[in-house]
């Protein structure tokens, strides 16, 4: 039997949003705490542009970064649309980010790549093939992205986070698909709904009422705290509400509930930004209100959370629709579309709020579709690949 590699090197591409950096991160965290327990050490390098998300977040966590230059495809309906001005002087710079991918994978030599899609993965994949080495494409929504169409033919895997996205792939890619599903960070798993209590001083909340999550993302969204904020007196008679509504609205959401009883508002807690209490936020949710992107989905599956889901409108491929349709088909959430009032979400509400029966049985659905293990499943498929499987 030989031994195994002191070192295992892993190129990484992807990035440009949280959507494909965070499940690249969290996969080589997995990596390298799997690896670490027969004594190899992971050694890392990853190509993303510039000022993308992946360059602050590589920077933050002290992994080694080289840009690569790439240009974006600005997709419309019209086909003639797409030979703008804007990308035609985007395109001309993939050739460019090819020779400096070329580069760098032949210097670092690595024993796989992971690509998370995004306009930077297309010049590092085309590398791959250029130089010989394999590559792991992994794709987190259902329906593949631009990015990830272009490579799934070069891939020596394709890992997909849903079963029907095979039946998306062109004929030939299937037989090298497998579903890892989409990594959730390791700490989203393991929260503690006391804690939330504690830290964010939840002691007026009423024990005998369930807990309503309600988040826009990291920014907040206006939509759902003006249904939040018309629903509210509502919601408060039947719920303890935490509300995520984004640091800039946290002023307006101060004036818009002012005036709430004193009995109502003691079940109420609004917040800018909820950061590391999330993971306790969400254990102790009974139900969460969220937009629907596929790490949102990710996770609320992981941890069988009932859910109502508002799709953001302008996700590209109308891919966060696409997201919640599937869940509500699954019985795992209710979809919320179109032009909305506060009068749909009381609506989507009214029945999960007041039906603790109904809320185990959209959590059982969302568990049994939920992949917590995904990151590890993904590092399975990245050794195999690397002939440094078992």
């Not at 899609?117 to 992205?145: D, F, K, M, N, S």
């Not at 037989?175 to 989409?182: K, S």
């Not at 508002?265 to 609004?270: L, S």
């Not at 409108?313 to 997201?323: D, F, K, L």
Request: hydrophobic fraction near 45%; charged fraction near 20%; aromatic fraction near 4%.
């Amino acid at each position: 039997m030989s031994s195994q590699p002191s070192e295992f090197r892993l190129l990484v591409t992807g990035g440009g949003t949280g959507g494909h950096t965070y499940p690249a991160l969290t996969t080589l965290r997995a990596l390298q705490a799997r690896l670490a327990a027969s004594g190899t050490a992971v050694s890392v390098l990853w190509a993303g542009t510039a000022d993308g998300l992946e360059a602050r977040v590589t920077a933050s966590e002290g992994i080694r970064f080289l840009p690569v230059a790439t240009g974006k495809l600005r997709r419309s309906g019209n086909p003639l649309g797409m030979l703008s001005a804007s990308n035609m002087k985007d395109m001309a710079r993939v050739p460019i980010g090819v020779a400096q991918a070329r580069s760098i994978v032949s210097d670092f030599k690595p024993d796989v790549i992971l690509s998370t899609g995004g306009y930077v993965a297309v010049p590092v994949g085309i590398a791959a093939g250029l130089v010989r080495r394999p590559l792991v494409v992994h794709e987190q929504t259902v329906r593949l992205g631009l990015a990830n169409r272009l490579l799934a033919k070069r891939a020596t895997r394709v890992a997909v986070s849903s079963p029907s996205t095979i039946e998306l792939l062109p004929e030939g890619v299937r037989e090298r698909a497998v579903v890892t599903g989409n990594p959730v960070r390791a700490e989203v798993l393991t929260g503690e709904p006391l804690k939330a209590v504690d830290s964010l001083g939840l002691d007026s909340f009423d024990p005998d009422l369930p807990v309503l999550y309600v988040t826009g993302g990291a920014q907040g969204s206006v939509q759902i705290n003006e249904l939040v904020t018309g629903a509210l007196p509502w919601l408060l008679e039947r719920a303890n509400v935490i509300h995520q509504c984004g640091p800039n609205n946290l002023k307006e959401m101060f004036e818009n509930t002012a005036g709430l009883p004193s009995a109502l508002a003691a079940r109420y807690r609004v917040l800018g930004f909820v950061g590391a209490e999330l993971p306790d936020v969400l254990a102790l949710a009974d139900v969460v209100v969220s937009r629907s992107g596929a790490g949102t989905i990710a996770e609320l599956t992981a941890l069988g959370k009932p859910s109502v889901l508002v799709p953001l409108p302008s996700s590209a491929g109308n891919e966060q629709a696409h997201n919640a349709r599937r869940l509500q088909d699954l019985g795992a959430a209710i979809a919320l579309e179109g032009d909305l009032t506060f009068s749909d979400l009381r609506g989507a509400l009214a029945g999960l709020l007041g039906d603790a029966g109904r809320r185990d049985r959209m959590a059982d659905a969302a568990r049994s579709n939920g992949r917590p293990d995904a990151a590890e499943r993904l590092v399975d498929v990245l050794l195999e690949v690397a002939g440094a499987g078992s």
